[in-house]
Each structure stands twice: as C-alpha cells, then as structure tokens.
C-alpha cells in the first residue's frame, strides 16, 4: 500500500514539474513573439517622416511623367501650327498686315552682303564630310522700292565663310535683287549652357533678333526671315542614320552653302511626341511601383527577430 501511495505522489510531481516547464517555455517563447510583433503594429499605427519619405522617389517620378506628358502635347500643338502654316500659301513680307511667327512669306531685295552676321558655331553633319563646324548666316535684305529690309537666315555656312564676303556674295549667284521664300523666325530660347551674346564684338551665339537687328543697324522689330528649301539632301538627320544611308548619303553631291533649313525641319524633333509619350509611360509605371513598394513597406514592416535574455533558461528548457 505505501509503495503504491508513493508512486502516485511522484507521478503528481513529475506532471506539475512538466507543465511548470511548459508553462516557462511558453512564456518565453511569447515573449520572443511580443518582441517581433509589437514593433511592427506600433510602426503601422503612427507613421512618422521618416515613413512618408519612402514616397518621395515616387513623387518624383509622377512629377517627370507630368513633365513628359507637358512636353508631347506642346510640340504636338507647335508641329500642328508650323504644317498649317507651311500649307498656307506665301504672303508677301511688306505687305500689309504683321506677320505672324511661322507664317510662310516671300521677300524681294537685294542681299547686303558687307552686313552679313554669323551665329554660331554649330556642328552639321555634311554628306561626304562628316560633322562640321559652322554659322548660321544672317543677311540683311533691301527692297529699294518700297524702302523697306529685312533679316534673312540663309542658313549654314562651314567656318572657312566666316567674314568673308565674297563667298556670301558669289552663294547669292547675282547682285541684282533675288525673291526668297520663308517663314517669319522667332528668337531662339538658349540653354543655361549657352553664352551670351555680344554685341560689341559681333559674337552671337544664338538667334535674338532684336540685337542681330541693332548690330547691323536696323531697328529692333526688323523681321526675321528664316529661308527654306525644298532640296531633299538639306534634310537633317535626327537620329543615327544606318550605314547603308549614310553611304548614299556620301555618295550624293555637295550641297550648295549656305545650307538652307529644309521645311521638312520644322514638323521634326530629335525627340518626337511619340517618344515623349514612351518616356511618361516609363515615369508613371516607376511611380505606380514606388509607391506600392513604399506603402508596403510601411503597413508591413520586415520583421527584426531577437531573443529575448533568457538565453540560460532556453539552454536548461533544451537540456530536459
């Protein structure tokens, strides 16, 4: 009777031993989960700046899309209004009326040569000779008749024109009064890279209108007629051509300096509307992904295990 007494007590206190351990281990192990869990619930409940910063990439590519889309329907509408243009037929330039910017016209006169301006200096890729350095030649035009003048843009001429007067003359073909066909140009907008012009020593750099008029000593609202040609070969390439056009290209002739715009050049763009169009589509998929990155980041932060200091009692519990 005592040994079965005896067994039945030592059964009892090996099972409360048991469950006193379990317990332990319980208790600890969730003290481990509280220490991973409760970070994670504090940062989804209160984000702090630091959290809306994860946004800011995303901002930043929604803002470049926008920029992008900006960009497509401003030469959108600019391509729109230089192809009416150019479809309308010539007007005279002293005619009456003002012109407008891009209207096509036509002015009569003779070329003032001695007066020529140079703007410049501007790379061009020539058939045959690769790219060159160059100017624009700017010539002022007089109509005896009427008494009235112009500027024209005749278009590119290689350094070696630069102030000599006779090469613009002998370009002209005559001294006498020629007809030119244009459109009205207005001033270029330069880059924060380009310098700025000076008119005391006659270096222009871009296209103002209003200096390039005072300079050859005309007033400040003188038009300025941009010429064009219809000469295939004064198409500018805006893109890499393949090497079986450009040895076509090579093996054409010369074309006739000064190298005038090519109408085709006023409806194209290094970077047409299409590409704007691609490049938004880029910038909106970067700001729809950034943002769900940084959303996710933020309502599910990734998780930092650490054990709590209870390595001794872990160590005794894996022990028994």
């Given at each position: 009777?005592?040994?079965?007494?005896?067994?039945?007590?030592?059964?009892?206190?090996?099972?409360?031993?048991?469950?006193g351990e379990t317990a332990s281990a319980?208790?600890?192990?969730?003290?481990?989960?509280?220490?991973?869990?409760?970070?994670?619930?504090?940062?989804?409940?209160?984000?702090?700046?630091t959290s809306l910063a994860l946004f800011?990439?995303?901002?930043?590519?929604?803002?470049?899309?926008?920029?992008?889309?900006?960009?497509?329907?401003?030469?959108?509408?600019?391509?729109?209004?230089?192809?009416?243009?150019?479809?309308?037929?010539?007007?005279?330039?002293?005619?009456?009326?003002?012109?407008?910017?891009?209207?096509?016209?036509?002015?009569?006169?003779?070329?003032?040569?001695?007066?020529?301006?140079?703007?410049?200096?501007?790379?061009?890729?020539?058939?045959?000779?690769?790219?060159?350095?160059?100017?624009?030649?700017?010539?002022?035009?007089?109509?005896?008749?009427?008494?009235?003048?112009?500027?024209?843009?005749?278009?590119?001429?290689?350094?070696?024109?630069?102030?000599?007067?006779?090469?613009?003359?002998?370009?002209?073909?005559?001294?006498?009064?020629?007809?030119?066909?244009?459109?009205?140009?207005?001033?270029?907008?330069?880059?924060?890279?380009?310098?700025?012009?000076?008119?005391?020593?006659?270096?222009?750099?871009?296209?103002?209108?209003?200096?390039?008029?005072?300079?050859?000593?005309?007033?400040?609202?003188?038009?300025?007629?941009?010429?064009?040609?219809?000469?295939?070969?004064?198409?500018?390439?805006?893109?890499?051509?393949?090497?079986?056009?450009?040895?076509?290209?090579?093996?054409?002739?010369?074309?006739?300096?000064?190298?005038?715009?090519?109408?085709?050049?006023?409806?194209?763009?290094?970077?047409?509307?299409?590409?704007?169009?691609?490049?938004?589509?880029?910038?909106?998929?970067?700001?729809?992904?950034?943002?769900?990155?940084?959303?996710?980041?933020?309502?599910?932060?990734?998780?930092?295990?650490?054990?709590?200091?209870?390595?001794?009692?872990?160590?005794?519990?894996?022990?028994?």
């Amino acid at each position: 009777m005592f040994r079965q007494v005896l067994r039945r007590f030592s059964n009892r206190a090996f099972f409360a031993s048991s469950l006193g351990e379990t317990a332990s281990a319980t208790s600890i192990a969730g003290q481990a989960v509280y220490s991973t869990a409760a970070p994670s619930a504090e940062a989804a409940a209160k984000p702090g700046l630091t959290s809306l910063a994860l946004f800011v990439p995303s901002v930043v590519c929604g803002c470049l899309a926008y920029w992008q889309f900006e960009r497509k329907e401003w030469k959108e509408n600019l391509i729109k209004l230089r192809s009416e243009m150019l479809s309308n037929p010539a007007r005279d330039l002293f005619g009456p009326g003002d012109p407008q910017t891009y209207e096509k016209v036509t002015v009569s006169g003779v070329l003032l040569h001695d007066k020529s301006l140079f703007v410049g200096p501007r790379p061009r890729s020539i058939p045959g000779m690769g790219i060159q350095s160059g100017y624009l030649v700017v010539t002022p035009i007089y109509d005896s008749k009427r008494n009235a003048v112009a500027l024209v843009n005749r278009g590119w001429a290689p350094n070696s024109w630069l102030g000599d007067s006779g090469a613009l003359s002998r370009s002209a073909g005559t001294t006498g009064p020629v007809t030119l066909t244009g459109v009205v140009q207005p001033n270029e907008e330069p880059s924060a890279a380009m310098p700025d012009n000076n008119l005391d020593k006659l270096e222009f750099h871009w296209v103002d209108v209003p200096a390039l008029a005072r300079a050859c000593g005309l007033p400040p609202d003188t038009p300025l007629v941009q010429q064009l040609s219809d000469d295939p070969s004064t198409i500018q390439q805006g893109k890499a051509a393949s090497p079986l056009e450009a040895s076509r290209k090579a093996a054409g002739p010369l074309p006739t300096f000064p190298v005038a715009k090519n109408s085709a050049d006023l409806t194209r763009f290094v970077t047409m509307p299409s590409d704007h169009l691609i490049y938004a589509g880029i910038w909106s998929s970067l700001c729809v992904i950034l943002g769900f990155m940084a959303r996710h980041a933020i309502v599910h932060p990734p998780k930092r295990f650490k054990i709590v200091n209870n390595q001794q009692l872990w160590s005794s519990v894996n022990k028994q």
